[in-house]
């Protein structure tokens, strides 16, 4: 049974979200109609890299879960973002047209990878938000390359590997790559022309990162950059761990006394951990209030 759920979670993810009803003269494109300013494949790390570009304004990388793609994970946000920013969006090792190499999937890694290709398109600093899987490269990426980041958004991320519910965490070792057979995951996989032989290796090369213990605790609580988290109130990431890292970032004080801290936190109703790209409408005006804000610490005055 459990392994059922698994695999339905799994198959659900891999679905385009449903968009909300809206007039068609208000309807904003998708990824799939909107054109990339720029994109092709950067050398990074031994990686081709592949990676697409998206509007104007300041800069700000989106970081795809596991075994997600820019249009699998993005295509919703991108056009949104692309309004008024300048949207940068990759494909990490061996997911999507980024063909993987002969080296360990890790998170330190992979965001080694991110910053390479910000180097390649000679983009000094950016906002990062990361889903999941990208949650955790956006976490090493402000570790490993402090300089590069701005401002941090993780969706559904852990910087531990028990910050996941107990259960949660036991089920990955479950994960079988039978569970993906005709879910968009394997289409894609196949489609972007990846060699269908390998599917399987490409499945377990990827949950194998999560296999083994992680603990970026110190680490993150230093990061400089304001964070802003978002998991959902049905999620796979347990509340404390979202809670304990935003005290340590100014929370869990009253903001009418002591003044907002940098670091934001939110907990979505309603919302899984799929889910929360489900509502992706509803978590977007929060990112965008906190890229636009000063962050100002200063209490209010009467």
Same mark, same amino acid.
Request: net charge neutral; with cysteine; hydrophobic share 40%.
């Given at each position: 049974?459990?392994?059922?759920?698994?695999?339905?979670?799994?198959?659900?993810?891999?679905?385009?979200?449903?968009?909300?009803?809206?007039? =068609?003269?208000?309807?904003?494109?998708?990824?799939?109609?909107?054109?990339? /300013?720029?994109?092709?494949?950067? =050398?990074?790390?031994?990686?081709?890299?592949?990676?697409?570009?998206?509007?104007?304004?300041?800069?700000?990388?989106?970081?795809?879960?596991?075994?997600?793609?820019?249009?699998?994970?993005?295509?919703?946000?991108?056009?949104?973002?692309? %309004?008024?920013? $300048?949207?940068?969006? +990759?494909?990490?090792?061996?997911?999507?047209?980024?063909?993987?190499?002969? @080296?360990?999937?890790?998170?330190?890694?992979?965001?080694?990878?991110?910053?390479?290709?910000? $180097?390649?398109?000679?983009?000094?600093?950016? &906002?990062?938000?990361?889903?999941?899987?990208?949650?955790?490269?956006? #976490?090493?990426?402000?570790?490993?390359?402090?300089?590069?980041? @701005? %401002?941090?958004?993780?969706?559904?991320?852990?910087? /531990? !590997? &028990?910050?996941?519910?107990? &259960?949660?965490?036991?089920?990955?070792?479950?994960?079988?790559?039978?569970?993906?057979?005709?879910?968009?995951?394997?289409?894609? #996989? *196949?489609?972007?022309?990846?060699?269908?032989?390998?599917?399987?290796?490409?499945?377990?090369?990827?949950?194998?990162?999560?296999?083994?213990?992680? !603990?970026?605790?110190?680490?993150? $609580?230093?990061?400089?950059?304001?964070?802003?988290? +978002?998991?959902?109130?049905?999620?796979?990431? @347990?509340?404390?761990?979202?809670? *304990?890292?935003?005290?340590?970032?100014?929370?869990?004080?009253?903001?009418?006394?002591?003044?907002?801290?940098?670091?934001?936190?939110?907990?979505?109703?309603?919302?899984?951990?799929?889910?929360?790209?489900?509502?992706?409408?509803?978590?977007?005006?929060?990112?965008?209030?906190?890229?636009?804000?000063?962050?100002? /610490? $200063?209490?209010? /005055?009467?």
């Amino acid at each position: 049974m459990k392994k059922f759920i698994i695999a339905v979670l799994l198959f659900a993810a891999c679905q385009p979200a449903p968009k909300p009803a809206a007039p =068609a003269a208000a309807a904003a494109p998708d990824s799939t109609t909107l054109s990339p /300013t720029d994109k092709g494949f950067a =050398a990074v790390n031994g990686l081709n890299m592949y990676y697409e570009v998206y509007g104007d304004g300041k800069p700000i990388v989106l970081l795809h879960g596991a075994y997600m793609t820019i249009p699998l994970n993005w295509s919703r946000v991108i056009p949104e973002m692309a %309004r008024k920013r $300048k949207v940068i969006v +990759a494909e990490m090792q061996s997911h999507g047209r980024t063909k993987d190499i002969d @080296r360990p999937i890790t998170y330190e890694g992979m965001a080694d990878d991110v910053s390479g290709l910000l $180097k390649h398109l000679k983009i000094d600093s950016a &906002d990062v938000m990361g889903y999941s899987m990208g949650g955790g490269i956006a #976490y090493q990426l402000a570790i490993r390359h402090p300089e590069q980041v @701005r %401002r941090l958004i993780v969706l559904s991320g852990t910087y /531990t !590997n &028990d910050g996941w519910w107990p &259960d949660v965490e036991k089920s990955f070792a479950s994960i079988t790559p039978d569970m993906f057979r005709g879910t968009a995951i394997e289409k894609q #996989y *196949d489609s972007l022309g990846n060699d269908p032989a390998h599917f399987d290796d490409y499945v377990k090369k990827i949950i194998s990162m999560d296999l083994k213990p992680y !603990n970026w605790t110190k680490e993150v $609580k230093n990061i400089q950059a304001p964070i802003f988290l +978002a998991i959902g109130d049905a999620d796979g990431v @347990r509340y404390e761990h979202a809670l *304990d890292l935003y005290k340590a970032k100014g929370g869990g004080k009253m903001g009418d006394m002591y003044g907002l801290p940098k670091s934001r936190v939110a907990i979505i109703p309603g919302t899984t951990h799929i889910g929360m790209m489900e509502h992706i409408d509803w978590i977007m005006p929060m990112v965008d209030d906190f890229l636009d804000s000063d962050l100002s /610490t $200063k209490p209010p /005055t009467f």
